[in-house]
């Protein structure tokens, strides 16, 4: 399974962007899919995740009521909506595949996705 990852991009405080990462090869839809983030000379961390089904999602508290994970698994695509951006999230978003179900650290998901950059200016 290869993941691609896009929709990055240098945005205002405030304003949204919507991340895709598009996987190769249909065992993509049978697990849990999430988003991590990185900043230089931080570990990746945890942001948000969704079942196989799309019918579950979980958060980090630091996006809650901002960001909105959904999946499209006839498209074999996983979606991050981010809305109401602030500096802070400015980091290198990466797509996971192949995860466990929940809250999950970095080593419980198998495939990874080149990441994307998000720059949110103040």
């Known amino acids: 399974v290869q993941l691609q990852a896009s929709g990055g991009g240098l945005v205002q405080a405030g304003a949204s962007l919507k991340l895709s990462c598009e996987a190769s090869g249909s065992t993509f839809n049978n697990f849990a899919s999430a988003w991590f983030r990185q900043t230089p000379g931080k570990d990746r961390e945890f942001v948000t995740a969704?079942?196989?089904?799309?019918?579950?999602?979980y958060y980090a508290d630091s996006v809650k009521g901002r960001f909105t994970i959904s999946r499209d698994n006839a498209r074999n695509t996983v979606y991050l909506q981010m809305n109401s951006l602030k500096p802070e999230d400015t980091a290198v978003y990466f797509c996971?595949?192949?995860?466990?179900?929940?809250?999950?650290?970095?080593?419980?998901?198998?495939?990874w996705g080149q990441g994307t950059e998000v720059t949110v200016s103040s």
């Open positions: 996971a595949g192949k995860c466990a179900e929940g809250v999950v650290p970095e080593d419980l998901c198998q495939y």
């Open positions: 969704v079942s196989w089904s799309g019918s579950t999602t």
